[in-house]
């Protein structure tokens, strides 16, 4: 349960007194009404007793028929609810997905590209022993993932923490099979550049140069935390955007929750699909023995096998608990650093060092993008 709330028992004395002397709840409301119930007689009342209902009042007949109430007695001993907040989340509408090529359709482009990666890279190794490394089904993936993120994901910052892309496998590709280039291209472009997104099949959306980037963070070693080429890495920017749009909203909260999740801003649903995805398909790609199809084959695996849990291997991902206070403590606490990292990294793409540390979000735009980032993770996972 989540540790923001305890757990109490409703029923005799006998059952409430049992129950927790058993450990299994604080309190109880204790049904001492029903004097036919074995368990109130000779029973004493539990001594955390906080409810007692010891009588009902038949009311007057009104036009809606006889009614009554019960009467109770407060011990005082626990607090009641008095007030319920009137913060509701309401998660973002997601894109429409049927328009969108499937999972299956991209497969065969993959395995294409993985064809001529073997093609492409063993003379080279013949050529080289010493120098490159041998064929693993790691290092396929990894030529499959570099050519992938090109496009989108080549700027500094991934040349610095990942590598920057092989452009001798990327112009053999456009000589050896210009057709296959030009059909893959869409998936590797940006949206706003004519990028295409895929469906998985199973009401997500992907982004197929995202999860590819995402995964080579998570499968290779790489100087920065893995999360950072995922989830923590939206989140940064997410939080930037919430910084800037917070003024023309009704607070941080009400503006992080249009952000998150929002395919207007830059932690779309697709992306949160993608980085979800990427932490079991790079475990597949890790476990992979194939030198031939490794990429393609975790891709088919996982969106035929584990795709309905991906929000699942996000929670684990994130070390916490499957209750919304674990997820929004986690995120608030123990990655703050970690994403006021990431968000400067990526801050000082476009402004200079000390603009960035000027305009570092606010501990508010910070607090508020991490629930609505719990928020949303709960809502898929319930």
């Not at 006021?340 to 508020?368: C, H, M, Q, R, W």
Request: aromatic share 12%.
């Amino acid at each position: 349960m989540d540790k923001n709330y305890k757990a109490g028992i409703y029923g005799t004395r006998n059952v409430c007194n049992q129950v927790c002397n058993a450990g299994y709840a604080e309190t109880c409301f204790v049904s001492d009404m029903s004097t036919g119930y074995s368990g109130n007689m000779g029973f004493k009342i539990p001594s955390n007793w906080n409810y007692d209902q010891f009588a009902e009042i038949d009311m007057e007949t009104t036009t809606d028929g006889a009614w009554a109430i019960d009467k109770d007695a407060y011990a005082g001993k626990f607090e009641p609810v008095r007030a319920l907040a009137s913060y509701v989340y309401i998660q973002p509408q997601k894109p429409d997905i049927p328009e969108h090529p499937t999972i299956s359709e991209i497969l065969p482009l993959v395995e294409q590209l993985e064809d001529l990666y073997v093609a492409w890279y063993t003379p080279l190794f013949q050529a080289a022993p010493n120098t490159l490394p041998y064929l693993s089904a790691q290092v396929l993936a990894k030529g499959i993932t570099n050519f992938l993120r090109s496009v989108a994901y080549n700027d500094t910052k991934w040349q610095v923490t990942l590598s920057a892309s092989d452009e001798g496998f990327v112009n053999y590709v456009k000589e050896q099979n210009p057709t296959l280039y030009s059909n893959i291209y869409p998936y590797m472009a940006r949206e706003s550049e004519g990028g295409v997104l895929v469906s998985d099949e199973h009401g997500g959306l992907i982004d197929l140069k995202h999860l590819a980037a995402t995964a080579e963070g998570y499968f290779t070693t790489s100087i920065a935390p893995d999360s950072w080429y995922g989830w923590a890495a939206d989140l940064a920017t997410a939080i930037l955007d919430t910084e800037r749009i917070a003024e023309n909203y009704n607070g941080y909260q009400e503006a992080a929750d249009i952000v998150v999740g929002n395919s207007k801003y830059s932690i779309s649903f697709e992306d949160i699909c993608s980085d979800a995805d990427a932490i079991k398909v790079a475990e597949l790609v890790s476990e992979s023995t194939s030198t031939t199809h490794s990429f393609s084959e975790s891709l088919n695996c996982y969106y035929n096998n584990y795709a309905n849990e991906r929000f699942l291997y996000l929670l684990n991902d994130i070390d916490c608990a499957n209750n919304l206070t674990a997820i929004k403590e986690k995120l608030i606490g123990d990655l703050r650093v970690i994403i006021a990292a990431v968000a400067l990294f990526y801050a000082s793409d476009t402004t200079g060092f000390k603009e960035t540390l000027e305009n570092i979000p606010s501990s508010k735009a910070y607090t508020a993008c991490c629930c609505s980032f719990a928020n949303y993770i709960y809502c898929e996972t319930e």
